[in-house]
Every structure is written in C-alpha cells, then in structure tokens.
C-alpha cells in the first residue's frame, strides 16, 4: 500500500446514518486510503436526525443536508461540490436515487440491488453512459486478494475446462421471523421496498458476482428455480432458494442463498471444479483458498505469500499469516472505484489493466439474474431461458 | 460389545475375489464380531481362480465353487449349508443372483444397487416376504453412530420442524477418463452392466439412504434431476449429477452426485437444517457431527461420549476420542444384518426395538430414486412426480 | 462504532517510512476512528527520503522533519504541536526516543521491545508517571475483541481455577537465512540494534501479553527457558526458544517462540487450561474462540454474537460471520490509546471501567520476561526466580 | 491386504476380561488379520468371572484358566498349546507374567509400560533374547500408515535436517477426580499399581514412541521435566507434565502428557520441525498428515494415495479417503507381531525389510523414558543427562 494521491475525491453519502452497518462500512472503506474525502451528506429519512448524524461526522453543517434531493441541488451548484456518492438506503429507492445522481454529474456507488428490473437497469446503464459516470456496486468480498487470485488461477488454465460451479451464501439469522422485533429486519421481506425477492437478491447475488469475476468467459444459458418462504408471513418473499444453472460451454452451477440455514453464521462459499483441479473459498476464512489438484494433496494457498499470482498480490496491506477481513475487501473496492472514477492511475499499470470491479454491469447482471430466477420460480421452478 | 454369541450364521460370499476392495470389506464386516462364518463362496468369474481364493481364504475346496448357481444348488442339499449369502458382483448381475438365492432360501445381503427397475425390486421384496428372508442392502457408512445420533436428535425435536436436505457423495476420482486404463473401473460406465446410471445409483443413494435413516417421517413429492457426462465416452451413463427434491411436508432437498469433484476425497456429506437448529456429518471425518443451534455457538458432538443419546451408544467399540471409522461402520450393519436374521436379541432391548438397517425398502427405494432421476433427467431437467 | 469525537489528537510518527509495513499499520490504525490526526512525522532514516514521505502522506512540507530531535523540539513550540506520537524504528532506539517524547511532553505509543533492560524500562515508567503521560505498546491482537471474551470468561469463573497456559508464537518465515538477502530482517538478528534476544522479544512477548490480559491473577513465580540458533549465524540471538513457568497459584506454563516453524503462517495461539473448561484462540482465525467443557461438545464462539460477554462486543464493527482481522484489533487498540489519553469517554461507562490496553506495565513486563528468560537461557537453561 | 497365511499363531491372553476396553482392541487386532486364534486365557482377576468370560469368547473350557500361572504351565505341557500371549493386566504385574511367559517359551505382546524400572526392562530383553522371543508393545497408533509415511519422508530428507519436535498427549478426562468413582481408573493413580508415574507413562510414551519411529537417527541427549497433581489427592503421581528434552544433533523436544486438557478429547499430537518443511499427525484425524515446505502452501496428504511413499502404502486395508481409525492402526501392529514371530514374509519383501514395531527396544525406552523424567522432576526440574 503506497502512501499517495494528489486529490481525494468529494464524496457523499445518502442513507446510512445513525445505527447503520452498512453506512459505517462505507465509510470506513472509502476513507480508508484517503482516496474520498466525506464532504456532504443526507444520512436519514428523518432529517433532522441525519443532520445531526452527519455533524457529529464532522460535517460542514450546511452540507449535512435533510435529503439526497436537496444535497444533488446544492452540490451541483458548488464549485466545490461532491464528485460522489454512495447510496446505502432501502432498495426501493436505488433506482430513483441513481438516476438523480447520475443526472447531477455524480459517480455513484449503489448498494445492491441496483433496482427491481432489467429495464430499470438498461436505463441507469444508458444513462451512465451519456454522462460519463461510472456506477460501482457493493459486492464487498470480491475486492478480497484470494477472488483475484482464483480468477488468475482459472485464467491461467490452473483448473482446466470448468465444469461445476457451486455457489452458497446461506447464514441462518432469520430462522425465526425476527422481523417481527426488528424494523431494521422488516423492509427486507416486504416486496414493496425490498422488490421482486428476499435472498436471491439479498444474498445470492453476492457468489453470484464473485462467479463473474472468477468465471468471465462462462455464459449462462439457462436456469431454473425454486423458492420457499419457510417463516410463513414472508411469502411471496422467500427465505430460501436453489438455482441450478447451465452454462453455454456445457458447465453448470448451482446456487443456494438462504436466510434460514440455521447456525450458519455467514455461509457465503464458492467451488468451482475444473477438469484437472477445484478451488474453493469461504468468506468466513477468506484469506485461505483451497487448491485441489485431482492426484495430488490438497494445498491451502494463503494471501500475501510469493507463490501467488500478481494479481493477487497488488490489494495486500500487510504479509502472509495476518488475516485481512471484510474491512480490506471493501476498502480494495473503493480504491478500484476511485482508479475507475480518476481514470489515472496510482497502482502499476498492470494492476490498471487488470482493473476487475463491480461495475453497472454487474449491477445490471444481479438484477438479470434475479429477474429470471423469480420469472422460473414463479412458474413453478421450470427451465427459463436466461435472458 | 460384548463377548457373546451361540452360533456363527454360516455365510457365502459371490463375488469379492482376489484384488475385490469390497470383498475385503464385507468378509472383514461379516467376521468382526463373529457374528458370521465364511463357509462357501463363489468368489470368481474364473472358476479356478476363484476356488484357489477360496481356499486361501480357509474355505474346504469342496465349498469354493465355480459359481453361484453351482454353490446355492449343493449347499441347498447341505444339513451344514449356508444360510446367508452376500453378493458383490457387477450390478447388471445382482437381480438374477439375489432372485436364485432367495429362492434357495438363504438370506441376502447386496451390494447397491439392488437391481435396475422398481419393478425388479418389488419382485424381490414380494419374494423375501413369501420366503421369509431378508435383503441387505450395504449402505456402509449408515451403520456410524453418529448417523444413530442424528436420527434421534431429530426424533426428539431437537432441530424443530425440518427445512433443507443437502446431501452430496462427490469425489474426483474419475475426473479424467481413468477407465481406457483400468478395467475394472469400466464396467461402472457401460450401460449393459452398470444400468440407468453411474453416479446416481453408485454414490447418490448413499446419502439419499442416510436421509432416509435420519428423517423416516420425509417422504418425496416430486424431484427434477439434471445429469451430464463431462468424460464425454461416458454418456449416455453420468458422471455428475444435480437433484432437487421436494418432501411432502414442504421441505427441500438437493443432492449432488458426482465422480468429477476434482481433488476431492470422498466428499459424502449430509446436512440437515431445522427450524431451530442444523446438523452436519461428513463421511472421512465420520466421529463428529455439527450441532448448529441458531443464535448459539455450533458444537462438535463427538462419538463414543455421555451426552449422546442412548442409540448412538449402542455400537461403540472403544471411547470417544479415538476414531472408529468405515470398517467398524460396515461391521455395524453386519451385527445388524445377524440381529435381523437371528431374530433374537443379542444386544439390549432397546437396541432391538430401534433396529434400523438398509433392508429390502432401502433397496427398494434406491432403484426407485435413480429411476425417477433418470427420468427426469432424460427428460432435460423437468419436475417429476416421484413415484 | 459510533460516530463522535470533539477532535482528533495531534498525532505524530518516528520511523514507519516508505517500505514499512508497521508503519502503515500504526497509521491505519490511528486514523481509522478519527481520534488521531496525522500532522507531524520523521519518518526516516533518510532525511530526504522520510521528508518526501510525509508530504505525500499530506504532511505540511514543514512537520515533515529531518529526525525525531527536530520533530520533538519544534513541535514543542508549536501551539498546535503533536500531543502524542508513535514510535516505529529498530529497538536499540526505542529506549532514547520514548525519553526524549515523554520530557517533551508527548504521550508515547511505542513499538515492543519498550528498551532493553527492566531498569530502563522502569526509569521510562517512572518518567511517564512523573509527566502524567501514558506510554502504550502496540502487542496488535491484544485488540481483538475476543481476547476481552476470554478475559471476561477467566473472570467469571467459566474455566474454573486456571492450570496449565500453552502460548506459543512461532512462524516459519526465518528457517532459511533470509537476512543475508534482507537487510530489514538483518538488524533483528544483530544484538546491537534487536538487543538481548531476538524471537523472545519479537513474537513471544505477544502471546505472553494476551495472557497477562486474560489471566491478570496469575503473577509468574519462576521460570526456565532454553533457546537455539538453528541458523548459526544468528548467535548469540536465538531463533527458537521455549520457556516453562510456573505461577504462584500452582499452574504452569509453556512459551514456544520462533522463526523457524517452517511451514507455519504465523502460529500464534493461545489455550487455557482450567480445571472445568479450556479456551483455545488462533490469531490466524481470530474471529473463533474455542470453549471446551470438559464432558461437554466443543463450543465455537464466534465474534459479534449476543451469546458473548457485554466487554466482547464493545469493539464489533460489523456483525458476527463477517471477518474482522489484524486492523481492526489495531485500531481498537489506538481508540483505548485515545481513551487513555483524553481521559473522558466516548463509550459506554462499562467500556471505560474496562478499559484494558498495552501500557507502560505491558511494555515493562515483556522485557522482564525476555531479561528473565535471557538469564535462565544463558545460564544452561536452569530455572530462576522471575523479579 | 491379501488373503493368506497357513496357520494362525496359537494366542492367549492374561487380562482384558468383561468389561475392559483394551481387551476388545487387542482381540480385535489379533484376529483381524486371522494371524493369531485365541487359544487359551486368564482373563480375569476372579477366576470365575474369568473362566466363564473365556468360555464365551468360544475357548475350550479347559482352556479358560484361573491365572496365568496356571495357564502358562498347562499350556507348556500340550503339543498344541499357546506360542504368544498379550498381556493386559495393571501395570504392577507386567514384569513378573512376562518374565513368566518369556520362561515359558511365549512370545510376549504387553501393554506399556512394560515394567516400572530400566532394570527391570534390561533383565526382560536379556531373557527374550536368551529365549529367542520377540516382546512387542500396544504403541497401538504407531501401526497407522501416515506414521510410516512420515518415517519415510524424513528418511528421504523431505524435512531437511530436524530441528523442533512438539509431542503431546494431552486428554481431558481427568480434570475432575473421577477415580473416586470409577474403580478402573482409581489403580493408575495409585503408585503401587500404577510405578512410578501416571500421565507420563500411560500417556506420554505413546508419542514418544511415534517420535522414535519417525526419526530413528535421533537420540536423547539430556531432558528436564516438571510434573504437577492438579487433583491434589493424585500426588505424587502427576496428571499433568511438560519435558524438554536435547537431542545430540542439536535438536530440542518438547513432550506435553496430561489427563487434565480439559474438553480435549484425546489431543494426542506430533509435530516435526526441519530445516525445510514440517509435518504435523493427529490421532483424532488419523488419515491425513500435514505437510508444510516453508514458502509453498500447506499440504494435506492423505492416507491410501499413489503420491505416499510405497511403505504408506503397505499396510491399506481400503482406498484413500475412505477413514481407517484406531482398529487399524492395532490390527497393523498385529500383523507386525506376527511377522516377527513367523520369521518369515507374507507380505512382499519390501514389506519386512521395513518391518517397524515396538518391541522390547520401544518397551524399555519408553521406561528409560519415564525413569529419567521422575528423576528430573522429583529434584526440581532440573536437567538430567539421558541415561
């Protein structure tokens, strides 16, 4: 990690306030590296707790706006306005919210999902387009070094011909209908703010992407799904759902994203096996890989050794053996979305090159996916063409 | 385990010869506990080189016949004949010789799969009753302990209302075409002698019997299975296969069947998720079970200890902490197979009442499993009735 | 992690340059919170090198100075001069500059080893009390949330009376004899710049720590210590080293300390031996404790949960299943710093009256125990009496 | 494993009656292989109890003795009495029934430790040796392939030279005074029938002699030792010890025996440090062996695959990934005794040019073993030269 850069960029939150997991991520992983700079904010639904919220982050108080409305206004008349933003409000307001962005000259960075549907997402990438801006997507374990390892390793014909690729993200925090206590909890499973799913949007889009980014030149040719919604009141939302998937090379995959796995803490795993080798990963350990050569022992690559690919290597903040964690993964994406944003770069140019992150295409691809798992289950789990 | 015992069963093998894994497998099961005495076999496909086995085995020469048909006739005139017979021969053979040896009146126990078509197989359970005898079927790794403790921790509500079954046997070991050098690999492939399926019926049935001994109250509704060969000279038989199942009570399962799981061992895992709590067994670590309460910290239950239930205590052999592992399993059933045919109790009460092994249903049902895959299958991946 | 503070304190760097890996992490770490503020630096050996350092750090060109010497003397004079500062250079400096930081008035956050000699050690206390200054050591995993669930567990009497402490810090990245190609490793196997020892004092020291966190009763009564050069090179500093001690309430303990572990990533655990219940925690896989009551399933605790003590999850930043890792128990190390230092709260009552962090006792403490082990070495390996 | 062998060896027991867990291990392993038959015993302290015990085993009346004085005197008269006999009675009459059974002209397989004093165990190996008798001792682990594979790595120098060895057989089951209790544990803390130590004997000498048999070229040179009595009314038999010990080459051990590792199941652990790489066994997961070159990823090597050397492979009962556990392990010792017995090969000559077992050697050694730690600790720890 080189100490540098000339410039923060100008950044803004909308949502993500007082009490906000996901908020204080953003944060953290964007002033990580001092590449954004918090400049302005509309932190709540409640005004005045967000302006507040946004003071006591230290804040000019006038720029700690009562909405993102108002903030894109302001802003934009600044000369000093944010470049930025960051949306990490109810998923209902994302595409209202980007496109606001987007027409006020802003670089966003959304929370997944990007939107309901694949027409809403043509619209943000089209406009995304016109003005210039890029639109990054929070799948924070892809910015892990191991993702860009597995992805060297497939690229590099480590594995051979993929044939199987299974993908999990199944933890078991709602087994028991905690929405009923926690209004933190209860947006998630009422489809007009959480839209067409629960966990297929919520967490399965999540190994989904990581699949992407490991597997570019795989195609989904079809898939088929069912849902479930265990705890009964969720329903149409589920809580559960198997995707199997066939690829146009003849590979196939399956998904399971689940809400309900009971004791599972986080469960987001990736297997993909090759003709000659597996490799497989788990967001829980995520500095370890497991290299499965058919013949051979099993080898446990860990991040910041020698024996790695470059790629691999480029995000490390410190050696082998300390463990990074879900803080650096994030962090790793914001410094790819500032590389993307300033469009110069601060890393080796190989590591430009290389340049992987979650960009409106991947959001568009989440919310594809998502589209043609509901249109299957919602007809009973039949083969859909993926489209 | 007790010293005990009036009389050995006396005991034949067909098939298991010289260089037969399984063959070892069962004579070491069978003569464990001295619950059984070999006294004949067939062991061959060539005659001599089966009767020289035989004797090396201990056999008098007389009783190490040419072939089944040859042994079940003469021992049929025996006032010492055997009484039971274990076959371990190609698949393709297992109706025919299963059919003559209940009709000579010997019990049975066979490999899996039982035979090709439910048909077959309710012709044979039709015959075991008529005759009075039993079919074992060896699903090996069900005669663990720790699969008794599941079965009773869900019996006991322990996991609350059940929800997902993920099963899998998935082992690289034919990840490349190793049959074109290994004959006896070859005949798992070829249709004539193999049947339906490879993987489906020669590793999914594994697991899916297990379900079976841990959720008796589950009962399929309808699955979708989707087959490949990614050794293309294997098609039409698979060599991965992916089910989805439904259980009448609302629950889901999946199976995964494969034999190009490259790098992985064995890779036969069963995990149970409940409303309250999942539990989770894997075949090369077989000693422990994960007890997965949500909302508290998993537990690694260990064999052979207090706090197990009572049914998964009747078969130690030695205390927690030292590993028992696929022999003592398979001798399990065998002392189970010998509780069955004695029809008298050589353990306590309670172990009899709880007697569970794979008998002719759990053949049965087999068949009938890979069947309704296959069909699904063959008819590209749709939703089937299971019937 | 709330959002707060008044203002950051005016934070200053000894050493830490371009290269250093530490450096960057006592930077990470101190501006992760906001509660420090980088505004002064003398960052290398190299006067051009360490001032063209801090001004890509976003230093103003003029607190980017030559040495610590010119840094501690102007600073001084500044009104709004640094009030505290971190020391990150070789050890045989360390000694000198806490001196010169402490009669400057600064509070101190100094890399282990504090100095060389407990009397040093104790003239650098007696200096801090004496300025009313705190000095603070940075033994990074101390900050893990689940070393204070261990320490709450010991308090609580879920162990039972403590008997047997196994501490062990050992790595492979020194079983060849690297330093020949790399000159940062060769200063800490040269006794004038590393001191009396160097594993001792580089890695054991840390598990010995966390041991002093969790099991703050026990007061060590003797000890004994062998150590080895296995690179001969290296004498007369060892690269491995045991030492056994006993504590005055009769339980025992073992250090293992090396470089020479080949194979081992980092290796540094701790478990605790009480007489109910022993605790094991991995610094690889810091997010797991391992709770085993004897009689009873292992337990695995995981960070974030509710099932954990109140003094567990004050530092959670994210919830439980996602992985927190080496900076974040950094930077909860730098926030209980700056607790120390501001002398008022910013958490919770209960989080002050806990507060726990690496002072100038640690600091003593490690370099009593490295003199002690040293003697006990050098004299055969015989025990003697810890003072 | 083949088929074979003429005539089993003629085999009583003393010992090991109703009830004894270690009677059942040692039938089993005799019998596995059909190299011994159990011939003749005297199970039992209480003769009738014995007799009847023996009676059901199967044995002629006449040949379910009431002692081993009897028995080993009737069976010397019968032109088809016992050739060996395994001895598992309390530790304080193994030096007298094996002396009787060595002037009896049995071979002798005993329980450790084979008698409480270096001379003792010197007189024994004078008398096997004077009669030409094998003496072997239940190390039951050591018969596990991986053990061998670690032997072969180290002599084929994948280690490099050795430098660190860290043995521990560390269980819990006796954290609390359970021999208040349980009559079959009360003896083994009890000097007169137990000798000179508890944990270091019944527990310690297990890996010691693993250790030996890894790394034959390395001897003792000097150790020191401290043992403790966490359960107060033990003393002076310790239930817990740690020993350092110096090997001629430079290397250094450390030995951790404890019944007091409270939670840990068995905990019985072998790691080898070299130059280049380290390898680590675990009893409890007997089947894989890890193998760590310092700068390339952690290796899993597991038991039955073609990348073992051939000596791993000897002794495979079934493929890779399927567990062997315990049973094994003893069963293979079995096969060792009787190979030494018989003189002559019924394995491949490659087989019993490697043939390894713990005989009188392994015996006295590990008495040697004991002898010297209760020396050093009862002066206080101190170092002993080995002797």
């Excluded at 003005?131 to 690229?155: F, N, P, S």
């Amino acid at each position: 990690m080189s100490a540098s850069k000339t410039r923060p960029i100008r950044w803004g939150m909308v949502g993500g306030g007082r009490g906000s997991q996901i908020g204080y991520i953003h944060r953290s992983a964007a002033l990580r590296d001092s590449t954004f700079e918090l400049t302005a904010g509309a932190f709540d639904i409640d005004p005045e707790r967000g302006r507040a919220f946004g003071v006591e982050l230290g804040l000019d108080e006038a720029r700690s706006y009562p909405d993102y409305v108002a903030m894109f206004a302001a802003e934009a008349e600044r000369p000093d306005g944010i470049e930025a933003v960051s949306i990490a409000t109810p998923n209902n307001t994302h595409f209202a919210i980007c496109t606001a962005a987007l027409e006020h000259g802003l670089h966003v960075i959304c929370e997944k999902p990007l939107c309901f549907t694949v027409s809403e997402a043509e619209e943000l990438k089209a406009l995304s387009q016109a003005r210039g801006k890029i639109v990054g997507v929070t799948y924070g374990y892809a910015g892990h070094q191991m993702i860009e390892q597995a992805r060297a390793m497939v690229k590099n014909g480590d594995l051979g011909e993929i044939r199987i690729v299974n993908l999990q993200f199944a933890h078991g925090f709602h087994s028991a209908p905690v929405e009923e206590q926690n209004p933190s909890t209860r947006w998630r499973v009422d489809p007009r703010f959480a839209g067409p799913s629960y966990v297929l949007g919520d967490v399965g889009t999540h190994p989904l992407y990581i699949s992407e980014v490991i597997l570019p030149h795989l195609k989904i040719k079809r898939l088929m799904c069912t849902r479930q919604s265990f705890v009964k009141s969720r329903a149409p939302l589920e809580d559960n759902a198997v995707t199997l998937m066939e690829y146009d090379n003849g590979a196939i995959a399956t998904v399971w994203s689940s809400a309900v796995n009971a004791g599972s803490m986080h469960g987001q795993k990736v297997r993909i096996v090759g003709e000659k080798a597996s490799i497989e990963w788990w967001d829980e350990r995520p500095n370890q890989l497991s290299y499965e050569i058919q013949g051979e022992p099993v080898r446990v690559l860990e991040r910041g050794m020698d024996y790695l690919y470059p790629e691999a290597r480029i995000d490390d903040r410190i050696g082998g053996g300390h463990p990074e964690g879900l803080f650096e993964a994030w962090a790793n994406l914001y410094r790819r979305f500032d590389l993307a944003i300033s469009g110069n770069s601060r890393l080796a140019p190989a590591g430009v090159r290389n340049l992987v992150f979650p960009d409106i295409d991947a959001g568009l691809e989440g919310v594809r996916w998502v589209e043609n798992c509901v249109r299957s289950a919602d007809a009973g789990g039949i083969w859909v063409d993926y489209k």
